[in-house]
């Protein structure tokens, strides 16, 4: 079984740009999640899905960053303009339905964001 | 709230020795209670979880963990490190909404 895909791994780019990225999650999983991980950190979520909807994005900047679920698979993160605070590592999760608080959620292999 | 603390930042054991990574957690609702490791520029793997039941969890690669209700804990161990288990591990608790709350985490290195 295919695990969570990420890409980019890495992302460099300068401040104020638009920057964007991809998580394909398990087939199968309808609940999917971003986090956002500093060095040092654990990771802090911004957005969970259940299906295409956002059922609890109280953590997203929503001035700059956007996040969309088309058709409930496949996700888009977004952050426009990037500062320099965004730099971190970006991980997708998803986890197999019910959206119940002990199902594990398996994780991608993140994208590092490099903001100059 | 949920929240969850791990104490100790950085642990270092020789290779052989026991591991102990310690896990604090609170929660306004029955705590469902997770280890993940980390390995370099990967994502996070679950070690073990505790959800219901038998208060002593085991997990892959020889990890165990204990829920103690009264002490609010679930620390990892594992009689002998082994090299590979160098690593950085994530205590996390569930809260009502499943969302995941993780702890900032707990460097191991193994000295051989």
């Known amino acids: 079984e295919a695990g969570v895909v990420q890409s980019p791994r890495y992302k460099i780019i300068e401040k104020k740009q638009p920057v964007a990225f991809w998580c394909n999650p398990i087939?199968?999983?309808?609940?999917l999640y971003w986090y956002l991980q500093n060095l040092g950190q654990g990771p802090e979520l911004l957005i969970r899905?259940?299906?295409?909807?956002?059922?609890?994005d109280s953590q997203l900047p929503k001035d700059r960053f956007s996040a969309e679920r088309l058709k409930g698979v496949d996700s888009t993160l977004k952050i426009q303009p990037a500062e320099l605070g965004d730099s971190a590592v970006y991980l997708c999760?998803?986890?197999?339905?019910?959206?119940?608080?002990?199902?594990?959620?398996?994780f991608g292999p993140g994208t590092r964001l490099t903001v100059l | 709230a949920q929240s969850v603390t791990q104490l100790g930042s950085h642990v270092s054991v020789s290779e052989g020795a026991l591991v102990l990574l310690r896990c604090n957690y609170s929660?306004?609702?029955?705590?469902?209670l997770f280890w993940y490791v980390q390995y370099p520029n990967q994502g996070l793997q679950l070690l073990l979880k505790?959800?219901?039941?038998?208060?002593l969890v085991k997990g892959i690669n020889g990890f165990e963990a204990e829920f103690k209700k009264s002490e609010t804990s679930f620390h990892l161990t594992k009689p002998s490190a082994h090299m590979s288990d160098a690593a950085e591990y994530f205590c996390a608790v569930s809260g009502p909404r499943a969302q995941f709350y993780f702890g900032t985490g707990t460097s191991l290195t193994v000295i051989p």
């Open positions: 505790y959800t219901t039941g038998a208060t």
């Open positions: 929660s306004s609702v029955p705590p469902y």
């Open positions: 899905y259940e299906n295409e909807e956002a059922v609890d």
């Open positions: 999760a998803s986890s197999p339905p019910p959206g119940k608080t002990y199902n594990e959620q398996f």
């Open positions: 087939s199968g999983h309808n609940t």
